[in-house]
C-alpha cells in the first residue's frame, strides 16, 4: 500500500498533524512481522492542544441541536460502508484478522453510528407530578469532554462504541486508538470530518499508553473516562480516575465458560462453536474458550471439534480463503505457548495444533482436552486460538464452574431445554448470556460485565445513558 504512511497522523481541532516530536511506533504486518509504517506519538504539548481544542468543541456541540447531531452520525455511517473495503484491508493489514471479518467489523461500526443517530433524538427526561402550576423535570445532558481508550483486538468497531454514543449525547471526544492499528482507526475521524463535524468535538492521539492516559486524567477538562482492554490496566485508570472524581466505563477481560449439554443439536453446535472459537484468532474479549461438556457427549464432542479444527484454513487475512489469520503482535504466541506446555505437563491432552506457526506471529487452532483445574489457562484468559475442555455430570456441576472465575463478561450454553435455558439465563454470573448463539454484540443491546470484567454497558440505551448526567429541575 504505497500511500500506507499518509495515514498515519494525529488528529486535533480538526487539523491532520504529522507529530512534533520525534518518537514514532513502529507499526507492524504480524504475518512476516514486517514493517509497514511509523506512527507519530504525541508530544505533552499536543495532548494539551487536544484537551483545550475538546474543551471548546464541548461548548459548541453541547449547543448543537438534536438533530444536526444525528445528521453527522448518519453521514458518517454511510461513509464508513462506502470505504469498507479500504478501511478493511487497513485493518487486515495491520492486525491480521480475515479480509472478511475485518469488512464486517467496518460495517458493524457503522451500524453503531447508525443507531446511534436515532437515539440522539430520543434523550427523553421525565415530568415528575406536582400541583398545580409547579413543574419538576429530570433532564438527560452530556457529561462532557470523554477521554475513549480503545483496544487492537476489534479496533474500529470497539472505537465506533464509544464514538457513536459520546457525539451523540452532546460529548467531545479525545480518542487514544492502539498504536499497532491506527490506519484503520484513523479512518473514522476521516469519515467525521468529511461530515463537517467541527473542529475540537473529535481528536485522535496515539501515544505511550500510560503517559496519554496520565496526562488526559490529570486535567479537569476530562469529564469521563471509557475504556476497554485488560483488569490490570482498567485497575490503574480507577486509581487515576477516583483524584479527578471521573464517570468511568469499564469494559475489561473475560474467560467465557460454554456449558454444551447432551440434550444439543451436537453437529449444529460444533457447526457455530468452532468457528466463532477462532474468530479473529480468539482474540475476543467474549470468545468462548471453556467448554464444559456433558460427559455422554464429551468424546463426541472431542471428536467433532478436532476434526473441524484441523480443517481451519490459516494464513494471510488478505487471502479470501483464509478463515483465521495471525496474532496481532509478537507478544502473543510466547504468552500462549507457556499456557498450552503447562497445561500438557499437567496433563490435558492435545487434540489439534498446540504449537506456534512458522512465520510471523501465527499460532495453530489448538484443542486442549481434560484440562486440569490447576492448570493456568484455567484460569488465565488465554486470549487466543485455544480451546480448552473437561466434562461434567450434573447442571449444577457446570454453573459452579462456570462462575468459578472472578471474570463475569460472557457466557454461553447449548441446550434445547426450555426450562433449563431460563434457568442457566438466571444463573450464570456474567453481564452477557447467548442460549444456543453466540450474537450478544449488537448496537441496541448493552454489552459489559460484572465482577472483575468492568462495570457499565456500551450500546443499547445504556450506552447513551453513561455519557450523560441527570439534572432534576424544580419550579414553583
Known amino acids: 500500500m504505497t500511500d500506507y504512511a499518509s495515514e498515519l497522523n494525529l488528529f486535533i481541532d480538526g487539523a491532520w498533524r504529522a507529530g512534533e516530536g520525534a518518537e514514532r511506533h ?30 471548546r468543541g464541548f461548548q459548541l456541540w453541547r449547543a448543537t441541536d438534536a438533530d444536526t447531531r444525528a445528521a453527522v452520525l448518519r453521514k458518517t455511517a454511510a461513509l464508513l460502508r462506502e470505504r469498507a ?20 467489523e467496518v460495517v458493524g461500526a457503522a451500524q453503531m453510528f447508525d443507531w446511534y443517530a436515532e437515539e440522539a433524538k430520543r434523550a427523553y427526561g421525565r415530568v415528575l ?3 398545580a402550576g409547579q413543574r419538576s423535570v429530570v433532564l438527560k445532558q452530556p457529561v462532557g469532554p470523554v477521554a475513549a481508550l480503545s483496544p487492537w483486538n476489534f479496533p474500529v468497531y470497539l472505537l ?14 479525545i480518542a487514544k486508538p492502539p498504536e499497532e492499528t491506527p490506519a484503520c482507526t484513523s479512518a473514522i475521524f476521516r469519515a467525521l470530518a468529511d461530515t463537517g463535524l467541527p473542529a475540537g468535538v473529535a481528536q485522535c492521539v496515539f501515544g505511550v499508553p500510560d503517559q496519554v492516559s496520565r496526562h488526559l486524567l490529570a486535567s479537569p477538562v476530562i469529564r469521563k473516562v471509557s475504556f476497554t482492554g485488560s483488569v490490570p490496566v482498567g485497575q490503574h485508570l480507577l486509581r487515576l480516575a477516583a483524584d479527578g472524581l471521573k464517570r468511568t466505563t469499564m469494559e475489561l477481560g473475560g474467560h467465557a465458560p460454554v456449558l454444551v449439554f447432551a440434550d444439543c443439536d451436537l453437529e449444529k453446535t460444533l457447526d457455530m462453536v468452532v468457528p466463532q472459537k477462532f474468530r479473529n484468532a480468539g482474540q475476543v474479549c467474549v ?7 456433558e460427559a455422554s457427549i464429551y468424546e463426541a464432542f472431542l471428536k467433532g471439534f478436532a476434526e473441524r479444527t484441523a480443517q481451519l484454513p490459516v494464513g494471510d487475512g488478505l487471502d479470501p480463503a483464509t478463515r483465521m489469520g495471525p496474532l496481532a503482535n509478537r507478544r502473543r504466541p510466547p504468552a500462549i505457548a507457556a499456557l498450552v506446555e503447562d497445561a500438557q505437563a499437567k496433563g490435558a491432552r492435545t487434540l489439534a495444533g498446540g504449537a506456534p506457526g512458522d512465520r510471523g506471529f501465527f499460532f495453530q487452532p ?3 482436552a481434560d484440562v486440569p483445574l490447576d492448570a493456568d489457562i484455567m484460569s488465565t484468559e488465554p486470549f487466543g486460538p485455544v480451546a480448552v475442555t473437561r466434562p461434567f455430570e450434573t447442571m449444577d456441576e457446570a454453573i459452579a464452574e462456570a462462575n468459578r472465575l472472578p471474570y463475569g463478561l460472557a ?8 426450562r433449563r435455558a431460563n434457568l442457566l439465563g438466571d444463573a450464570l454470573e456474567a453481564g452477557m448470556v447467548g442460549i444456543n448463539s453466540f450474537a450478544i454484540s449488537t448496537a441496541d443491546a448493552p454489552f459489559g460485565g460484572v465482577k472483575h470484567s468492568g462495570f457499565g454497558s456500551e450500546g443499547g440505551v445504556e450506552g447513551y445513558d453513561s455519557y450523560c448526567v441527570v439534572k432534576a429541575v424544580h419550579t414553583a
Open 287 to 293: 470468545s468462548p474458550t471453556r467448554f464444559h461438556v
Open 26 to 55: 513502529a507499526v507492524v504486518n504480524p504475518v512476516d512481522a514486517s514493517t509497514l509504517g511509523e506512527a507519530p506519538l504525541a508530544t505533552p504539548a499536543e495532548l494539551d492542544e487536544a484537551l483545550a481544542a475538546a474543551d
Open 129 to 131: 407530578v406536582r400541583p
Open 85 to 104: 473495503d479500504e478501511i478493511g484491508k487497513l485493518l487486515t493489514r495491520e492486525q491480521g484478522k480475515p479480509i472478511g471479518e475485518a469488512r464486517a
Open 160 to 173: 465506533a462504541k464509544k464514538l457513536a454514543p459520546a457525539l451523540a449525547a452532546g460529548c467531545s471526544v
Open 366 to 368: 489448538t484443542l486442549l
Open 411 to 418: 457466557a454461553f450454553a447449548f441446550t434445547e431445554n426450555g
